[in-house]
């Protein structure tokens, strides 16, 4: 299985809107509704902030939105924060196992 | 509040068997639509799923690992394990263990380990 493939970064200014990218295959993203999205800060474990491709957890912001097409899903974060500066994983099941993306470092400008 | 607790050696001699076990309170690790795996982070790298158990025993496996990994479960400790055998240089990285959903959503995270594989 290849990992998921996400831009190693992205930047964006307090108050703007970005979007992280997540591009698997058909064997993946494009058969699964089960994408996820991980924050992580350096030190940290990765804390779970979108599943099953658009669904966010009790606690977490609704700055914070999924998607999908195809296959690439896609994470947005809306009126960025400076505490929202970390980095971003995706993953998706794949039928017998999980694979991640390589990772999308967010900078706050 | 379910918490995850790595433990085992943070150093591995290169050819040797890296072993970690993964203590879970606060929840039964025999509940039912739950699994319990590890998930690795080399230095600077992204996550890399290793493989998971349903507290029955049924494993799944990273098939690019599965030749070197066992993953095993004790209900009556609420613990389960990780064994990866024959470890490199590029088995160095931070060890979580991790409580996953049905459709591999990972939804509890252990704080991780560093395991580094010594030559």
């Known amino acids: 299985q290849s990992a998921l493939t996400q831009p190693a970064s992205v930047s964006g200014s307090p108050g703007q809107s970005i979007t992280i990218s997540c591009t698997g295959t058909s064997s993946d993203v494009g058969s699964y509704n089960y994408v996820s999205w991980y924050q992580q800060h350096p030190g940290k474990a990765p804390k779970l902030m979108i599943y099953?491709?658009?669904n966010r957890p009790s606690g977490v912001s609704n700055r914070f939105s999924g998607s999908k097409s195809g296959n690439t899903a896609s994470l947005t974060i809306s009126g960025l924060q400076a505490e929202d500066e970390a980095d971003y994983h995706c993953?998706?099941?794949?039928?017998?196992?999980?694979?991640f993306g390589g990772g999308t470092k967010l900078t706050v400008l | 509040q379910l918490q995850l607790q790595e433990s085992g050696p943070g150093l591995v001699k290169a050819s040797e068997t890296l072993s970690l076990t993964c203590t879970v309170s606060g929840g039964s690790i025999s509940s039912s639509n739950y699994y319990w795996g590890w998930i690795r982070q080399p230095p600077g790298k992204g996550l890399e799923w290793i493989g998971s158990i349903y507290y029955s025993g049924s494993t799944y496996y990273n098939p690019s690992l599965k030749s070197r990994v066992t993953i095993s479960v004790d209900t009556s400790k609420n613990q389960f394990s990780l064994k990866l055998s024959s470890v490199t240089a590029a088995d160095t990285a931070v060890y979580h263990c991790?409580?996953?959903?049905?459709?591999?959503?990972?939804?509890?995270w252990g704080q991780g380990t560093l395991v580094t594989v010594s030559s």
């Open positions: 993953s998706s099941y794949t039928g017998s196992s999980t694979v």
């Open positions: 991790a409580r996953h959903r049905v459709g591999g959503t990972t939804d509890y």
């Open positions: 099953e491709v658009s």
